[in-house]
């Protein structure tokens, strides 16, 4: 029984990566409809090992609760006698088979130790019929988080996640990647569709606001219609009425002339003047 899924190593220097990756193997969630062959199995409990140069017997006991190995690879984890012994190690305890590398930085010969290189004896048939044999090295393949961008470099580790993943549940890599981009492919449609809903809410009610304003500026225009046939009325039959009495008229006129006032100040000079002229 493992106390661990994973065990993450590497150099003090790539800390950040190792984070990264193992952030994302937490957060990643498999698909409801695969089945997986052992229901024990789990990819979420990690053990990290990412500063300590020394290798113990506390670290040993602990590397021995882990099910898998994944060692972060870089230039600075070549020549590194700590990642060294704890490879030798668990191969020791474990497999080869359960080592993951993952090649955060550089090239593959610059970056993986030489406990990953391999070589193997090729027969090769030449021209002539006749078999030549030749050494050849042979790398590991591994995962690769290595972008040329930032997007590029979230891309590779959505996809190296659900690689790691499937070789520690025994599936096939192709399938998980099927199954989370079809369920990525659902999320997104759902998004899309609710983004769609509150647009269509939000323009309705743009619209409506938009009706009762334009109904509203109808509704003000009639009633500044009403109000400069009031006030025309006001200017011209007040004065006629009381043309008879000079003392009434001229406090008629006294009353117009205060409106006109405060016409003006309110800008509205259009109105009709005392004196029966459109003011300016």
């Known amino acids: 029984m493992y106390d661990y899924d994973f065990c993450i190593c590497c150099c003090s220097r790539d800390r950040i990566v190792a984070e990264e990756l193992a952030a994302s193997l937490k957060r990643f969630k498999v698909p409801e409809k695969v089945s997986l062959p052992d229901p024990e199995l789990d990819y979420r409990r990690i053990l990290p090992d990412y500063e300590s140069e020394c290798f113990d017997d506390e670290k040993k006991e602990a590397l021995k609760r882990c099910r898998r190995l994944i060692m972060v690879c870089t230039p600075a984890t070549r020549d590194s006698r700590a990642v060294l012994e704890r490879l030798l190690y668990f191969e020791e305890i474990r497999a080869t088979e359960a080592i993951i590398p993952v090649l955060a930085e550089g090239e593959p010969a610059d970056a993986f130790p030489p406990f990953f290189i391999r070589e193997k004896r090729v027969r090769h048939i030449l021209p002539d019929m006749s078999v030549e044999e030749r050494t050849e090295t042979v790398e590991p393949v591994a995962a690769d988080l290595r972008g040329e961008t930032p997007r590029r470099q979230k891309e590779l580790l959505r996809y190296e996640t659900i690689r790691i993943v499937a070789t520690l549940l025994e599936l096939a890599p192709d399938m998980l990647v099927r199954r989370h981009e079809a369920r990525h492919r659902r999320r997104t449609a759902l998004l899309a569709a609710a983004v769609c809903a509150i647009l269509l809410i939000v323009s309705g ?25 009031v006030t025309d009325r006001l200017f011209y039959e007040l004065p006629e009425t009381f043309a008879d009495d000079p003392q009434a008229l001229a406090s008629v006129q006294e009353a117009i002339n205060e409106a006109q006032a405060a016409l003006d100040e309110l800008g509205l000079s259009g109105l009709p003047s005392d004196d029966g002229e459109e003011g300016e």
Request: proline share 0%.
């Open 205 to 229: 009610l743009f619209a409506r606001y938009g009706l009762a304003a334009y109904h509203a500026a109808v509704i003000s225009e009639k009633q500044t219609a009403e109000t400069v046939a």
